[in-house]
């Protein structure tokens, strides 16, 4: 059974079956995209708001691209730009935008809960790019597509540690509840302020030390801390510190196994959450994760179209 809903929210919840459907459907828009010709009719006619109140680089403009490869118009809205300023309601927002006949709004917002807000209040299709703390759903699929396209399965017999501040990603969250219901081996750590204080829910292991969770692992996936979502600064005294405790280098690096792989949502954070010498070796998969972003993405937008009817 593929993806029948008209939006995507979230990962949390999602079957097996659901989530395969995207990687799947990945594959196909990986072959267009390594063509001469990057184009299809997929979504010719239909136009794309990429509705971001949220600094993006990869995520916007891979959205972007996504839709444009399919044939839509995309149009980028920007928050500070725009009427949010003079006081209009996010709600009152996505209203203007479907009242133009869009067809999709990919969202990305400061608050947990505003994706599915949005899609509880229009008919065009919402695609959650980010929602506060909550879930990152394209982006944990993205992370899938790449883990599996590296010949690794998503089952049991796959480690993954997810190392750095865990409490505030949403990238985290829909990795985690992703990767547990396909049973893989999810292991934990980072500074313990950096920790959700409710983290049994994940029924993950939490390491000890770094050391600890990069041992044996087949995926290292780093984190970037969250400054804009509370002030880092109270968590550890420097900068040196973090990458001396959390940090990735070439040493824990090799404590995992040795076709391990190592991935970053970006931005990177070079000289604390990882050392360049470990971002730039051949066992960083980081650029690959970007270039896999287009392809998920349009396997998403192609998706909700067709659900849409």
Request: charged share 25%; hydrophobic share 40%; proline share 3%.
């Amino acid at each position: 059974m593929g993806y029948k809903h008209k939006d995507l929210l979230g990962l949390s919840g999602l079957s097996k079956a659901e989530i395969l459907h995207f990687l799947d459907c990945a594959d196909e828009f990986k072959a267009l995209n390594n063509q001469e010709i990057k184009k299809s009719d997929y979504l010719r006619g239909k136009t794309t708001i990429n509705a971001f109140f949220e600094n993006s680089t990869r995520t916007r403009t891979s959205f972007e691209i996504a839709a444009k490869r399919l044939g839509a118009d995309a149009v980028n809205f920007s928050a500070s730009s725009s009427s949010v300023n003079k006081g209009e309601t996010l709600i009152d927002t996505i209203k203007n935008m479907a009242a133009m006949k869009s067809d999709i709004i990919v969202l990305r917002h400061p608050n947990s809960g505003a994706a599915l807000l949005a899609a509880q209040n229009t008919d065009a299709c919402i695609v959650n790019a980010g929602d506060g703390m909550n879930e990152h759903p394209s982006q944990a699929l993205l992370d899938l597509y790449t883990i599996r396209e590296n010949g690794k399965s998503l089952d049991k017999n796959t480690s993954v540690a997810i190392i750095g501040d865990i409490a505030r990603s949403r990238v985290a969250r829909s990795n985690i509840w992703a990767m547990k219901n396909f049973n893989m081996d999810v292991r934990l750590f980072g500074p313990a302020m950096m920790l959700p204080k409710d983290i049994d829910v994940f029924g993950c292991k939490v390491a000890k030390n770094m050391d600890e969770a990069c041992e044996g692992a087949d995926v290292i996936m780093m984190l970037r801390i969250q400054l804009e979502r509370g002030d880092a600064d109270v968590a550890f005294p420097s900068s040196r510190e973090y990458c001396k405790f959390f940090g990735l280098n070439k040493y824990r690096a090799n404590l995992a196994k040795p076709d391990a792989i190592i991935l970053h949502p970006g931005p990177i954070n070079r000289g604390i959450e990882l050392n360049s010498d470990v971002a730039d070796s051949n066992r960083s998969v980081i650029l690959n994760q970007v270039e896999n972003g287009v392809a998920i993405r349009m396997a998403i937008l192609s998706t909700l179209i067709k659900n849409r009817g």
